[in-house]
């Protein structure tokens, strides 16, 4: 089974200073996803950043950026430039590769959130 | 185009009663999984279902289930509802093929009494 720890409860930082955001993960798997998620009040979870496990390369998405160290099963999430709008709860997810071509999605595992507030 | 639309979006229940949720899909999707946020066990999966056949079950007892339409709309059903059963219920809808990013609906906010 697949376990992803997020050990940050809550973190806080000055509007426009850079944050990052600790994921570590635990699976046996060697075809695999990971994704940061962040849910705002409105409760919506909205993608983030997307890392597949077989590409080396960092993702990024303009102010937001990984760092995927495969071996040492680590994830991590940097926002640069943080807004208050970047003010969230934001969960890492692991998710399995795919087992059966045209069948769906496998699950999404999650860990327990970071709370992340921006201070103006 | 129109996002994962979940109804409804607040709802009260008495123990021992059963609920239905609905979750409406992006136009185009055919997967849709099914997840329960609570403060104490977080996010965990309930069951995905893809053309109307449910293809993966999390860990929780017979008295959740869903099923999916032929229009790619899901429902999921809780009966004789228990006091832990009160949670953000949150529906996630994918297009077609495997592991692309999945939409999330607003949730429906459930509250057992």
């Known amino acids: 089974a697949q376990t992803v720890t997020q050990s940050q409860p809550e973190m806080s930082v000055q509007e426009a200073e850079t944050v990052t955001l600790s994921c570590t993960y635990d699976?046996?798997?060697?075809?695999?996803?990971l994704f940061w998620y962040k849910q705002p009040p409105s409760r919506q979870m909205i993608l983030v950043i997307r890392q597949e496990a077989y590409k080396q390369q960092n993702a990024t998405e303009n102010r937001f950026s990984v760092n995927f160290q495969k071996a040492a099963k680590s994830f991590s999430l940097k926002i640069s430039d943080s807004q208050l709008g970047d003010t969230a709860m934001y969960f890492c997810?692991?998710?399995?590769?795919?087992?059966?071509?045209?069948?769906?999605?496998?699950?999404?595992?999650f860990g327990t959130g970071t709370r992340l507030t921006i201070i103006p | 185009k129109a996002g994962v639309t979940q109804t409804p979006r607040y709802l009260i229940k008495t123990r021992g009663q059963q609920v239905t949720l609905s979750c409406s899909p992006i136009?185009?999707?055919?997967?849709v999984s099914w997840y329960q946020q609570t403060p104490g066990q977080g996010l965990q999966f309930l069951f995905e279902?893809?053309?109307?056949?449910?293809?993966n079950k999390g860990n929780f007892p017979g008295r959740f289930s869903g099923r999916q339409f032929s229009n790619s709309r899901s429902e999921m059903n809780v009966s004789t509802l228990e006091l832990g059963d009160s949670a953000l219920y949150l529906c996630a809808s994918s297009s077609r093929g495997v592991n692309t990013e999945a939409f999330f609906g607003q949730g429906t906010r459930l509250t057992v009494v």
């Open positions: 997810a692991f998710m399995t590769g795919p087992r059966r071509a045209n069948f769906g999605n496998e699950k999404l595992t």
């Open positions: 279902y893809f053309s109307e056949t449910q293809r």
């Open positions: 136009s185009g999707h055919r997967s």
């Open positions: 699976t046996s798997e060697n075809n695999y996803y």
